[in-house]
């Protein structure tokens, strides 16, 4: 056993933060509810640290009662306790249920649980840990249900157990041939006893039907192309109203005073009511503001616009991009923020070193801008809230709506619905709060609240701003001898306790801490920084600016002392080799075992190699044209990308081609990894290119996909080549899918750049800097 | 005032600038045409207006006065719709999906016009539709395929 991770120190410091949402993967005790069922899967040793599924809020269950229910007619019901945003879950978990089931998937429906972690186990859907920390939980669900058909076939035939299997939804006797369907046995098998997990029969790998193919249909791929597929926003409640609100521009702000007599003489608009915000910290709280109440959404945001409201804006009104960003400069090019990390002694290494770098890499606040907008609807009866919403987070949406109902959260029913897309801004309930105050002001009436895309843009949860300030030192022989690094960034801790200025143990464990790199001298430090907005979770999270600033800086070492990029690169890596998180003071480690996942530079470095051979690294351009080459570790997965870009003269850039390769360990859907994969490479494309969320006088300056900037089809890659390292069993522990391909993206497009034209980007977003 | 929507006439009482987006979704509960920015910049609302795809989000109804209005729910309908929705499913196009109902409108109406799209010719129709999840590649096979299984020559 390692020595544990250091998470009586993390609890203390985050105390104040609300555990479910930011203590999800620390290793918690006694936090966790066991529901005295044989399926809920705990440690037994309660003094023991947990890690992974073990150490979420509520654990995992694997109780086949919970999630499958077989029907007469032989139809398959699986539930899906995790929200389904594009990643292909409700497809990925309930395929590893139906192979150890040996269920047909065409006779397999996936309906979708609503918020109730102590029945189903952990829902919050980040950190790119649903197959990851679930895998296991689902197949010991499929594998229970498949022994009771069994074992209920067995009975009624009078024969041993042993003499029959399953196969493609039957069960057969071996010797006699004899067939029954499951709808014959699932009435007898559900009054079985449900199997201990100690005596479930897995199957063996090359027995899979389902799991690591390629061909497994996507569960709602029909429904979303016929217009069926049910999102937030289509939910439809009987004598529902529609809403929508004029919130704060400026994060902390509140309404002075305001007109609605215009308002309400808009047809169709029913009531304006003022919703309470609550200052600083945000937590997952509505930001308040004046709501108005419509027969329709249209009519809703036509009595908006007819609104006049003076605005106390608030102390935030001073926070200015520019300003702020030259603060975050200056402050990391001073020694003395707080220290994090020393090793050896670098101010002596960088005095005596051949060579000394240096560069500041900055990167925007950006915004997660799902297509479906924060939308919720709610509706309160009997002392009874129930809310249907598109959410990240079931089981915190479904406390925070009773906590501001002063109800209990049994009283609350939060539905889940497919979500239009979600890249973290999903997990903060807020519009489910709304929704349920402005029923409460409604005397129940259902009613729906839908933001406008610039109510998205402009009252986000967003990315942070960052300046990530690397120095390093080089020997003429090429050996990097010293690293630097200061990381400044507001928090997001700031987002549940306002005086928070420093980066949180998750943070700074997404590629600061936890840097694979065989250098002797390493001192790591973080400068203070305040937040004046929300700041959020935006997928890969903190990996983005950190994979941008060092894969960039690495690549600019490499061309200053005149070596070959990769080579450089795996020379700096070093040999293959298992570093245990704990000597890295990574304290966090994905809330993951540092014995299971140690980081591991062989995988790093084969994914390097592998990008490399399939992206013909090296080979001959013409004049405008460049390869990039960037690696990076995140969510106990390892990736590497090259990018093939070509700029014109007047400073047009396309992408001619893309290659990522991932190792993720066992992969069981290999098809969403792939379209995952892709996804990052182009929202990797899109925030590297033109993503940009930037603040005048405390409020954000772009209002939709004008001014907000995402990738399009004609600014896409023209080619993505995904290229999957699968691990060679399925002992070997999953890695994370959904975040881990966007971080190298960015770097490895900006390093093409510089091959290309020998222009470097520091300062994303790269927009008109190449037309000079 | 009278709609024609998927071949089916349906009489409003509404105002004449509202937008046939919000007339479908919130009047007429067909869900299936999505709210994306509400200024035309992202296309997950298209629809077609006598065959020609337009951002319902920002077209008023009185637009649509002696016109037909096909959208998502009669895509299927169309051959070349239809061709489009299988080559999406085959292809695994979806990602979120929520884009994908107005992808396949307008990928259905340049293939109605078009039937061997050229890449510059896929760029120019899909690109007013925005894909936060990053399903372009896979897009533009699945026009491609879709192309093929049609009858075109790609």
New interface residues.
Partial sequence: MNKPLKNESLQTEITNISRRNLLKGFALTGLVLAVGMPFTGFAEDEEAPKYGRDAMPHGWVDNPLVFVAIAEDGSVTIVSHRS?????VRTSLPMAVADELEADWDKVKVVQAPGDEERYGNQDTDGSRSVRHFFMPMRNVGAAARMMLEAAAAAHWGVAVEEVFAENHQIKHRSSGKVLGYGELAKAAAALDVPQRENLRLKTPDQFRYIGKQST??I???D????????G??V?VDGML?AVIARPPVYGGKVKSFDDSEALKV?GVIKVVTLKGSPPPAVFNPLGGVAVIA????AA?QGREKLKIEWDHGENASYNTEEYRQQMIEDASTAGGKVLRSTGDVTKAMETADKTFKADYYIPHLSQ?????PVATARIQDGKCEVWAPTQAPQASRDTVAKWLEMSPEDVTVHVT??????GRKSKPDYLVEAALLSKAIDGRPVQV?W???DDIHNGYLHTVSIEHLEAAVNTDGKTTAWLHRTVAPSISSTFDASSVHQMPIELGMGVMNIPFAIENIQIENPEAKAHTRIGWFRSVANIPRAFAIQSFIAEMAHEVGQEHKAFLLDLIGPARKIDPIDLNDEWNYGESPEKYPLDTGRLRRVVETVCEKANWGRDLPAGRGLGLATHYSFVSYTAAIVEVEVSEDGELTIPRMDIAVDCGPQVNP??IR??M??????GV?LATVGEISFKDGAVEQD???TYQ?????G?????HVHLLPADDFNTPLGGIGEPGLPPIAPALCNAIFAATGKRIRNLPIRYQLES | MKLSINGESHEVNLPEEMPILWTLRDVLGMTGTKFGCGKALCGACTVMLDGQPIRSCSTPISAAKGKQITTIEAVSEDKIGRAIQQAWVELGVPQCGYCQPGQVVSATALLRDNANPTDTDIDNAMSGNICRCGTYNRIRDAIKLAATNSGGKQ
């Avoid at chain 1, 497919?418 to 890249?423: I, S, T, V």
């Avoid at chain 1, 896409?716 to 993505?720: F, G, K, Y």
Wanted: hydrophobic share 35%; glycine share 12%.
């Fill in positions: 389904e945003m594009g990643q292909g249909k996507l709602d791929g029909e979303i192309v016929t217009g069926k597929a049910v999102y926003i289509d439809q529609h047809p027969e329709n959404t249209w945001m801008a799902p297509m479906e907008p497919l979500l239009g897309g979600g890249f839908t406008s895309r610039e098809e969403r379209s995952q892709e996804g990052a490479c182009i929202m899109s939709n996909f004008d995402v990738t399009r089809m004609n896409a890659p023209r080619e993505i």
